[in-house]
């Protein structure tokens, strides 16, 4: 009677994992259908030089203004040599030709645009970066094999503000499979688009946080105010410090300047304290918090002068880093 009980208690058990299990396959199968209107696939045919090196790359991407004929995808395949030619084939089983406007090197994006607009019904819903939290079930989502079958991977998402802020983390298997498509959440809003990123801002290196089972998407908030940027075909990159500073370990040396910069407002022996209202207490503090600006914005900074007091100023940020004194 015992042993009954026992097996009627594990049968029901499994019936309950079973029930959960289809009803996970099906929220992301819902998901994906939501978003299938603003997926298309990507080819990138080579050049005549690239030719014996890689055949024809097939990636996914993501229409983000319909009406302009503008797509997102990732840099994977088109950075740093582009392909001679690129083609588009959406979900109404058109295809078109696209030119590349503008790459964003920080995100490891780039902006495409096709002649023919692309129907009303491919809008896309991006949800709100400050309201995505870590365990929030995921999606990822790519169709480099079949645009009406596209592959996808489930996880959570790991962490937010990574990167300096402009990417959020996520378990669920990323890879060139699905780079330039969508970060799903549940109920098939998009949280972000998927690129190859890692902390060193390095394809390569991206490929093997992906082996460690941890991938990034880089939200609406990133790449919206920065679309018009990419529409007048001016690259981004990312922010690098411009200044030279004492030498030491840069988690616990502080951000001394070691060069006078009068056109700045900086001399030697000033000590940044603060950047764009982030107090900074190392040169680790300093960078990371450098992470989210781009090469060319402006930025205000606490400075704690040599002399003695604290002012504040604009610091006009590159993309040529200058590295730490040496003794």
């Known amino acids: 009677m015992l042993l009954n009980i026992r097996v009627l208690r594990s049968i029901a058990l499994l019936a309950v ?12 199968r819902e ?6 209107p ?36 990732s840099t994977y395949g088109l950075v740093p040599d582009p392909p001679l030619a690129i083609t588009v084939l959406d979900a109404t089983g058109q295809t078109q030709a696209a030119k590349l406007l503008g790459v964003d090197h920080h995100r490891q994006l780039v902006l495409l645009s096709c002649a ?15 309201e995505v939290r870590p365990g929030q079930a995921t999606i990822a989502v790519g169709c480099v094999f079949e645009l009406d079958q596209p592959t996808i991977s489930t996880g959570i998402v790991s962490a937010v ?4 802020g402009i990417a959020m983390q996520t378990d669920a298997a990323v890879s060139p499979t699905n780079y330039g498509g969508p970060l799903l959440g549940s109920r098939g809003e998009v949280l972000g688009i ?11 290196a991206a ?20 679309i018009s940027q990419l529409q007048a075909g001016k690259n981004i ?9 004492a030498k030491g370990s840069p988690l616990s040396t502080p951000a001394v300047i070691t060069e006078p910069a009068e056109l700045q407002g900086l001399g030697i022996g000033d000590e940044i304290i603060g950047i764009g209202g982030r107090r900074v207490s190392s040169q680790w503090q300093l960078h990371a918090a450098l992470g989210a600006y781009d090469a060319g914005q402006s930025v205000p900074i606490a400075v704690r002068r040599k002399t003695g007091g604290e002012e504040s100023l604009m610091l006009e940020l590159t993309d040529a880093e200058t590295k730490p004194a040496t003794e």
Request: hydrophobic letters at 45%; zero cysteines; charged letters at 15%.
């Open 161 to 164: 503000n990574r990167l300096g």
């Open 116 to 130: 023919t607009p692309f129907p009303p019904t491919a809008g896309v819903s991006f949800a709100n970066a400050r």
């Open 194 to 204: 998927l690129t190859p990123l890692s902390p060193e801002n390095d394809m390569r």
């Open 38 to 73: 603003v997926l298309v696939q990507l080819r990138y045919v080579a050049s005549e030089q690239q030719a014996l090196a890689k055949s024809t790359v097939v990636a996914t991407g993501v229409i983000v203004q319909p009406e302009q004929g503008l797509i997102l995808t």
């Open 237 to 245: 990159h990312a922010a690098q410090w411009p200044l030279k500073m």
């Open 207 to 226: 490929v093997e946080w992906y082996d460690s089972g941890i991938g990034f998407a880089v939200p609406a908030e990133q790449f919206l105010p920065r």
């Open 17 to 28: 994992a079973v029930t959960r299990l289809f009803a996970a396959e099906n929220v992301a």
């Open 31 to 36: 998901a994906v259908e939501r978003v299938r």
